[in-house]
């Protein structure tokens, strides 16, 4: 993971019923928040477009972060099913980036 100084984007929405709809469009970034206090969470982001690449970027309240894709558990299925173990009590954030997208992408990202 890497190290950053973190400026929290003003428009980040809270993530308050563990799970979100949205959307994105080519290049368009969402940013959510959630108050993490357990030592272990998971994050699921799907869409339903397989021609759409969409990416996750989860940011540590340390600052550290790291970007995940489609294919970072080894397989296309247009989900990114992460568990967060170790955990830092605080806010964490989550950034979903549209990277390859034609038209409008939803998605829902559930933080639990």
């Known amino acids: 993971m890497a190290a950053?100084?973190?400026?929290?984007?003003a428009n980040a929405k809270e993530i308050e019923i563990n799970t979100v709809y949205d959307s994105?469009?080519?290049?368009?970034?969402?940013?959510?928040?959630?108050?993490i206090s357990s030592s272990s969470f998971?994050?699921?982001?799907?869409?339903?477009?397989?021609?759409?690449?969409l990416t996750l970027t989860v940011y540590s309240p340390d600052g550290t972060y790291q970007?995940?894709?489609?294919?970072?558990?080894?397989?296309?299925?247009?989900?990114?099913l992460l568990t967060i173990s170790n955990a830092q009590t605080?806010?964490?954030?989550?950034?979903?980036?549209g990277e390859k997208v034609s038209g409008v992408q939803h998605y829902s990202l559930t933080v639990v």
Request: glycine residues 6%; without cysteine.
């Open 67 to 80: 970007t995940f894709r489609d294919s970072s558990d080894g397989r296309v299925d247009r989900k990114i």
């Open 42 to 53: 998971d994050v699921y982001l799907v869409w339903n477009n397989p021609s759409n690449s």
């Open 4 to 9: 950053l100084v973190l400026l929290l984007p």
């Open 90 to 97: 605080g806010l964490w954030y989550f950034k979903v980036y």
């Open 24 to 35: 994105v469009r080519q290049g368009e970034a969402d940013w959510f928040y959630e108050y």
